[in-house]
């Protein structure tokens, strides 16, 4: 654990940003290096697998809070709306987590080869989980790192590392879980390709009709399990979706208030300032000038748990 510490904090003083989020040239891996406490970030996260290594993270799903230490590891298993708060922090013992995104390809052959478990109902499996991490996985952590000092090796070794990790995954304490995400006909597989058209297209009006067809459910039940699963009616998750989008563009592209709102799909600026108002609690202008006067509190949608 230490040696992946020692790794993680001098990777992330070469190449962090501003929110000390540190991205690599090895896909899907990216870390969190941050030596003090800072206010709420909002985002959504890929499915992945966050190891903390040191510091503590509150996560607010929905009207589920959780806070996750050092040892802990944060399994996302869907794209999910997260509200985000680094609690523990210093100079001496910063916040350190390591991120890998699931492969959900991987996950499922792995998952059909390994064979089925006993699972509860698909509607009732969570998406949010925490674990304690195991050794194994702090290993795959460890060789996905040391690539960053071999690139040559990358294209060779990547592939058995990933496979590697999400074994352990599906063979650990949330693996019953895990194989209900990745089950083609469960609800949050089903879910996941509506989620995609929303994602790729949330600055158009979606009618609820394709992706109700796109989840091979009905209306009644589509609403019914977009909302167990991510907190939000398919509408609420499209606003955040936009929200969080023009608030990226204001800080780190220059956009006006006005701008970015048209620019993410909204056709009334008023309209908008107050939905940005009613998330963020305060004005997009206020908040945005507010933001640009001190380091960026803003992190990328598929950050190290940063959110």
Request: proline residues 5%; charged residues 20%; hydrophobic residues 40%.
């Amino acid at each position: 654990m230490n040696s992946l510490k020692q790794a993680v904090r001098a990777y992330a003083s070469r190449h962090a940003n501003g929110d000390g989020l540190a991205l690599t040239p090895v896909s899907g891996l990216r870390m969190m290096c941050l030596e003090a406490p800072v206010g709420d970030l909002h985002s959504v996260y890929r499915p992945l697998i966050c190891l903390v290594l040191q510091g503590a993270k509150r996560l607010t799903v929905g009207k589920e809070i959780q806070i996750f230490s050092a040892g802990q590891s944060v399994i996302v298993g869907a794209d999910m709306p997260v509200v985000g708060r680094i609690v523990q922090a210093s100079q001496n013992e910063p916040y350190l987590a390591i991120a890998v995104e699931l492969d959900m390809v991987v996950l499922r052959e792995l998952a059909a080869h390994m064979g089925s478990l006993p699972a509860g109902r698909p509607s009732e499996m969570t998406t949010l989980f925490a674990e304690d991490t195991e050794t194994a996985l702090l290993n795959c952590a460890s060789r996905l790192m040391h690539l960053l000092d071999h690139p040559e090796a990358t294209s060779i070794l990547h592939p058995g590392i990933m496979r590697e990790l999400h074994y352990w995954l599906l063979s650990g304490p949330h693996g019953t879980a895990l194989r209900a995400l990745a089950d083609p006909d469960s609800h949050a597989s089903r879910l996941a390709a509506a989620i995609a058209i929303l994602r790729a297209e949330y600055r158009s009006r979606i009618p609820m009709e394709r992706l109700s067809a796109e989840a091979s459910m009905s209306l009644t039940s589509f609403h019914k399990h977009f909302k167990h699963m991510t907190s939000l009616t398919p509408g609420q998750y499209q606003k955040r979706l936009r929200l969080i989008e023009a608030r990226r563009l204001m800080l780190d592209e220059g956009f006006s208030a006005s701008n970015a709102a048209f620019e993410v799909g909204y056709e009334s600026v008023s309209q908008f300032t107050r939905e940005y108002g009613r998330l963020f609690q305060v004005p997009p202008k206020r908040d945005a000038l507010r933001l640009r006067s001190k380091p960026a509190l803003i992190e990328e949608e598929s950050e190290v748990c940063s959110n």
